[in-house]
């Protein structure tokens, strides 16, 4: 059963970077099939998709958050990443990691980490 | 980027209830919709794919139609364990977007 993971602080200062990774585990990450992705949650609100990553480092982001946005992955160790900087309290959410399966008739966000939440605070 | 206008934002109901709630998409998106179930504290679980193909596992009791710009997922018997916030997911085009969620609440 794939499971994905997400890990890293749970608290960022404003004006700093915030660095997730997440680690994919009970299958591969090399799929041809696969785009890797992070959606984020601010508290009480709805679902935001950040941006994904393929195994090859091609990448999609969200034009709301492209200026501030780095996605990459080590396809050794099984993880790929999410870089934000310049933070505000406004990117206070759940971090979430998920699979996003491209293979046609069955696209889309199939598998999700648990989520992790990081507040953006002084 | 597409927009996804969800409604209702909220309903109540009760146990036994069809319930239908509805994702219209700004612009054609074929049948590239996922519908998504999310609980308290939890991450969401995918209940449709392809706006009408159910996700293993899931219960026959959900169900998904449209095509186009019009999408619909009604629950046929609401069980006590479907109390949960609902969302619609384009993946026709970059970026992905999502109706702002419905929230299924006890009656």
């Known amino acids: 059963q794939l499971q994905l993971q997400e890990s890293g602080p749970g608290l960022v200062k404003p004006s700093e970077t915030l660095s997730l990774s997440c680690t994919v585990s009970g299958g591969s990450i090399n799929s041809a099939s696969y785009y890797w992705a992070w959606i984020r949650q601010p508290p009480g609100k709805g679902l935001e998709w950040i941006g994904n990553?393929?195994?090859?480092?091609?990448?999609y982001y969200n034009p709301s958050l492209k200026s501030r946005v780095t996605i990459s992955v080590d396809t050794s160790r099984k993880q790929f990443f999410l870089k934000l900087n310049s933070v505000t309290a406004a990117d206070t959410a759940v971090y979430y990691c998920?699979?996003?399966?491209?293979?046609?008739?069955?696209?889309?966000?199939?598998?999700w980490g648990q989520g992790t939440l990081v507040t953006v605070s002084s | 980027d597409i927009q996804m206008t969800q409604s209702p934002s909220s309903l109540s109901a009760s146990v036994g209830d069809r319930v239908t709630i509805t994702c219209r998409a700004s612009?054609?998106?074929?049948?590239?919709l996922g519908w998504y179930q999310q609980k308290p504290g939890k991450a969401p679980e995918r209940l449709i794919y392809?706006?009408?193909s159910l996700q293993s596992g899931v219960p026959s009791r959900f169900s998904g139609s449209g095509s186009g710009t019009e999408f619909t997922l009604t629950i046929s018997s609401l069980q006590p364990e479907d109390f949960a916030a609902y969302y619609c997911?384009?993946?026709?085009?970059?970026?992905?977007?999502f109706g702002g969620g419905t929230n299924v609440e006890i009656q």
């Open positions: 612009q054609d998106i074929r049948d590239d």
């Open positions: 998920a699979r996003q399966s491209i293979s046609a008739r069955v696209a889309g966000l199939d598998y």
């Open positions: 392809a706006a009408s």
């Open positions: 997911l384009q993946n026709n085009r970059y970026p992905l977007t």
């Open positions: 990553i393929y195994y090859s480092g091609n990448t």
